[in-house]
């Protein structure tokens, strides 16, 4: 007999088996799915900085680079975005060829089976790289690469599956699609209504046991021209054909689209982004039980299967996109900034347009650092369910803004559609990320937190899973084990928390150098984070799950240490570069700021008001950053606004366009305006215009005609494009409802 487990634990064992919500199937089999990784350090409230500094930089192979130096430069020369989306409605023939030919669609696939088998690293480079230059290219590309039959084949199928499909996915002979989004269950993917029965039916003349499938699928990716369909479904099995259960749960299966009742509909337009998408449905398609995805032991575990493989458009598709689109905001507003003038002046000088170009160059360098250790993680053999949440909400939200500021300073430059317009089409295709691999509303407050609490918590899971054991007596054991672990755990973080929110002092790893002071305060903040979780599962339990605005804000402070963790881990990998330091603070002071006010808000609306009383005082979560300072703001929008490592840096990877595109005209007035200051600079001493100035003899010919050269350049950025009404006519085509689903006229009205 315990006096500890019978008198204390007892008590608190129940009121948790009441307070705790017992994890369903399901549930239990997504939390599984995924790894844990520096997420955990930081939710441990004490985080290991020799854990994230001894990670390897992630490079590219020599293949790999070959790669992106041909291929990749090749098929993006073979596309115009503004064809693309306002003439053919999709890629040219030659395009879609040459992605098959050079292996495009097998990039994750091993090379045994015929891919490419390029690391996680590689993948995102290749979708950075076409990203910046087309949205549709890139789209194309990635979608075979992310979520979808490929990666699920090569994580659960079976040996005769991986045999037959990956070398004809990887040779383009099939196109796969997956097939998730219902018309009634979009973030709920468990209401789904597309149905699978287990029968005998006849397949190749013979009769064999499979499956009488029944969907009906919308904003599926590739599915106006894909060859396999990946569908997820509910498997029902009503005459035990399979076993004892007749709702075996949500499973996923390989359908040919050339089988009797597939029917592909006419296609969607996403955000006027003209990438393959469309509707699916299928009617009494009967498919043989090995077209299960890993084979019918697999049967009701397609939503582990979809968690686990969601790391991959999560974690590498979107973020990489993301970053590609962030680093054009930051290549073109600076260089914009910098030709484009107002009074009498380049319009980078002032400090309004300072503002946001100091945001564009942040979200430039935070977000690909975020990629980058994420790629490292997920090439080290981590499937990151955490953090490839953190990085599907962040990148995409921070590409928004990025793009938005970068709309703001062009201003009428990039509202003007047409060839010459560089932003219009990634500012279209904004919320398409955002909606995409778990809409980011439902991603930010159920999945970050919510997941993450669980999954990196350093005894929650434990407590959780000893609460559902069946044995009473195992139960008790076990939860007396890990609940008492958890308390001298919060016990010490909290005494920790109070001291370093007191004292200003926090854990530093050795070296730190000029970044010391980040680690310090990120330690802080690390503690602080970690009671203030410990106190919402005390006083909310299992409740906290509906408490989304509570949960959505923890999953903030939890993605902004992350995030300023990647920023200082890149900073390090990139050999700790001075002129990167004013980067470094203004992404450490934004994320201090965010971290501060994310945990004030979550104490300030605890139901229990003691909560706020008690930790208040000892977080001092109100004493926190202010933000970038002004000073630090101007230092990093110059970044941008100069030629120099650290603009290089920041958008390195981008696809260079023809010189007679909007973006090289762009690119030659910035070389050509930067050549000229010291010319500018004359002018402005002596107070007159170039050809006064050639007159006095101040300037010389050559130098007059290379100011010539360079307001002719600064003119063809300016320009806009315009149109004939005919041609808006041509552009804008008739359009008539689908009649397979119309819409009634009074409803209409």
């Not at 799915?33 to 004490?46: I, N, P, T």
């Not at 590739?222 to 949500?250: M, N, Q, Y």
């Not at 599907?392 to 559609?417: C, N, Q």
Request: with cysteine; proline share 6%; aromatic share 8%.
């Amino acid at each position: 007999m315990s006096f500890r487990k019978d008198y204390l634990t007892r008590p608190i064992y129940k009121w948790a088996k009441g307070a705790l919500p017992a994890l369903s199937k399901t549930e239990a089999e997504a939390i599984s799915a995924g790894d844990v990784h520096f997420e955990a350090e930081l939710f441990s409230g004490k985080p290991d900085w020799s854990m994230l500094r001894d990670m390897k930089a992630p490079r590219l192979t020599a293949d790999e680079q070959a790669f992106l130096d041909g291929p990749c430069r090749e098929f993006c020369d073979m596309l115009n975005s503004w064809e693309i989306d306002h003439a053919t409605a999709d890629l040219p023939p030659e395009a879609w060829d040459f992605l098959r030919d050079k292996g495009f669609f097998g990039m994750i696939i091993p090379k045994e089976h015929g891919g490419l088998g390029f690391s996680a690293f590689a993948h995102s480079e290749v979708v950075r790289y076409i990203s910046s230059h087309s949205i549709p290219g890139a789209v194309t590309v990635m979608v075979p690469n992310s979520l979808g039959p490929g990666e699920l084949i090569l994580q659960f199928g079976t040996d005769d599956q991986k045999s037959h499909w990956l070398p004809r996915l990887a040779r383009g002979e099939e196109l796969p699609a997956f097939g998730l989004t219902s018309e009634d269950a979009g973030s709920d993917a468990s209401a789904m209504r597309d149905d699978g029965v287990v029968c005998r039916g006849t397949w190749n003349g013979e009769e064999v046991l499979g499956i009488r499938l029944n969907w009906a699928k919308r904003y599926i990716t590739l599915s106006p021209v894909c060859t396999v369909l990946g569908l997820a479904f509910k498997l029902r099995d009503p005459d035990g054909l399979l076993g004892e259960e007749e709702d075996i749960g949500i499973t996923c299966a390989l359908v040919p689209t050339d089988l009797p009742g597939v029917e592909t509909g006419r296609r969607h337009l996403p955000s006027g982004t003209m990438f393959q998408n469309g509707p699916t449905t299928g009617e009494d398609v009967f498919v043989p039980i090995d077209h299960i995805i890993g084979g019918p032991e697999y049967a009701g575990r397609g939503w582990m299967m979809l968690m686990s493989a969601l790391a991959a458009g999560r974690g590498i598709s979107l973020p990489s996109q993301s970053a590609a689109a962030c680093a054009m905001a930051a290549h073109t507003t600076g260089a914009y900034a910098r030709v484009r003038q107002q009074f009498g002046l380049p319009i980078g000088l002032f400090e309004g347009v300072q503002e946001p170009l100091a945001r564009i160059a942040a979200n430039a360098y935070a977000v690909d650092a975020g990629r980058r250790l994420t790629c490292a993680a997920l090439d080290d053999g981590y499937k990151l369910a955490v953090i490839s949440a953190i990085m599907k909400y962040h990148a995409t939200t921070r590409m928004r803004e990025s793009i938005t500021d970068a709309m703001d300073v062009h201003s009428g430059k990039a509202v003007i559609d047409g060839p010459l317009n560089y932003l219009q089409p990634i500012y279209r295709s904004l919320p398409i990320g955002i909606t995409v691999e778990g809409a980011n509303i439902v991603t930010r407050n159920l999945i970050i937190f919510g997941q993450g609490a669980i999954r990196a918590h350093p005894h929650l899971l434990d407590e959780m899973q000893a609460l559902g054991e069946p044995d009473p007596d195992e139960s008790l054991e076990a939860f007396d084990k890990h609940f008492w672990r958890h308390v001298g755990h919060s016990t010490r973080t909290f005494f920790r928390a109070w001291w370093s929110a007191w004292t200003g002092r926090g854990a530093v790893p050795k070296k730190a150098g000029d970044v010391a002071w980040v680690y310090r305060r990120l330690s802080r903040w690390s503690a602080a984070f970690a009671v203030t979780a410990d106190f919402a599962f005390l006083t909310l339990g299992g409740a906290l799950k509906r408490r989304e605005m509570l949960s959505a804000r923890l999953g903030d402070a939890l993605s902004e240490m992350f995030l300023l963790a990647a920023v200082l881990k890149r900073w390090e990998d990139e050999g700790r570069r001075e002129e990167d330091l004013p980067l470094v603070e203004y992404c450490a002071e934004q994320a201090f700021e965010r971290i501060g006010r994310a945990l004030d808000e979550t104490i300030a609306n605890m139901p229990d008001r003691w909560v706020s009383w008690l930790l208040r005082p000892t977080l001092l979560p109100g004493s926190r950053s202010r933000g970038p300072k002004d000073r630090t703001a101007t230092k990093v929008a110059m970044a941008l606004y100069e030629p120099g490592a650290a603009r290089d840096r920041l958008t390195a990877g981008l696809h260079r366009p023809d010189p007679q595109s909007g973006l090289g005209l762009l690119e030659t007035a910035f070389r050509l305006v930067t050549e000229a200051e010291p010319l500018r600079k004359r002018l402005r001493e002596v107070r007159k215009t170039p050809r006064e100035a050639r007159d006095a003899g101040i300037l010389t010919e050559t130098e007059f005609a290379q100011l010539a050269r360079v307001d002719e350049a600064v003119s063809a950025v300016v320009a806009v494009d315009d149109f004939t009404p005919e041609e808006l006519r041509g552009m804008y085509r008739d359009y008539s409802p689908n009649p397979a689903n119309p819409i009634p006229r009074e409803a209409a009205e």
